[in-house]
C-alpha cells in the first residue's frame, strides 16, 4: 500500500492552474472569513492531497468531478466551477456535454439535464470566462455542445 501524501503547495499551485489565479484567491478570501480555515483544508486535502494521488490523469478526475456532481444535484456552484476547470485543462465543450447525456439512464434525465444547464450557461460566458480557453462557444454552436432546450 502506498501511503497518502499531502502538498499543500501542490494543491494551491493545482488549483491556480486549474481555476486561475484571480477566482482562487476571490473565491478562498470570502470563504475564509465566514469559515477560518475551511478553504485551507479543502486546498491543501482535495487539490494538494486526492488530486495527487497516481492513478487518473487530471482530465480523467474531471470526469469523475463533472459526472459526480451532476449526479448528486443542488450543487450547481461547485458544477459550474468544475465545468470552467475542465474546459480550462482542455477538455472540449462536447465532452463535457457527453459525460452529462451519458449519465441519463444512469442518474435520471432530470439531473442530466440540470447538468447540461449548467454547462449551457458555462459555455454562453464566452471563453473568456473559462480562463482564456479557446473552444468554449455559445451555447447554440452548430457542433451540438449544448443541445436545444438545455436551458
Same mark, same amino acid.
Request: proline share 7%.
Given at each position: ?5 499531502? #502538498?499543500? +503547495? ?11 489565479? $484571480?477566482?482562487?484567491?476571490? &473565491? %478562498?478570501? !470570502?470563504? +475564509? ?14 487539490? !494538494? ?6 492513478? %487518473?490523469? %487530471?482530465? +480523467?478526475? /474531471?470526469? =469523475?468531478?463533472?459526472?459526480?456532481? &451532476? ?6 456552484? /461547485?458544477? #459550474? +466551477?468544475?465545468?470552467?476547470? $475542465?474546459?480550462?485543462? *482542455? ?27 449548467? =454547462? ?11 480562463? *482564456?480557453?479557446? #473552444? ?5 454552436? =452548430? ?5 436545444? *432546450?438545455?436551458?
Amino acid at each position: 500500500m502506498t501511503p497518502s501524501t499531502i #502538498d499543500r +503547495d501542490a494543491g494551491y499551485r493545482l488549483l491556480a492552474e486549474m481555476a486561475g489565479p $484571480s477566482t482562487v484567491e476571490s &473565491t %478562498l478570501t !470570502g470563504l +475564509d472569513s465566514l469559515a477560518p480555515g475551511f478553504p485551507d483544508w479543502i486546498v491543501t486535502a482535495l487539490f !494538494g492531497g486526492t488530486y495527487q494521488r497516481e492513478g %487518473l490523469a %487530471l482530465r +480523467d478526475r /474531471q470526469i =469523475a468531478n463533472l459526472a459526480a456532481l &451532476t449526479a448528486i444535484g443542488g450543487v450547481e456552484p /461547485q458544477l #459550474d +466551477d468544475h465545468v470552467r476547470n $475542465s474546459l480550462r485543462i *482542455g477538455m472540449s465543450p462536447r465532452e463535457i456535454v457527453e459525460v452529462m447525456v451519458h449519465l441519463a439512464p444512469y442518474a435520471g434525465v432530470p439531473r442530466a439535464l440540470a447538468g447540461l444547464r449548467v =454547462a449551457a450557461g458555462v459555455f454562453a460566458d464566452g471563453p473568456g470566462s473559462a480562463g *482564456g480557453t479557446d #473552444d468554449a462557444g455559445g451555447a447554440g454552436d =452548430a457542433d451540438g455542445t449544448a443541445p436545444g *432546450g438545455a436551458r
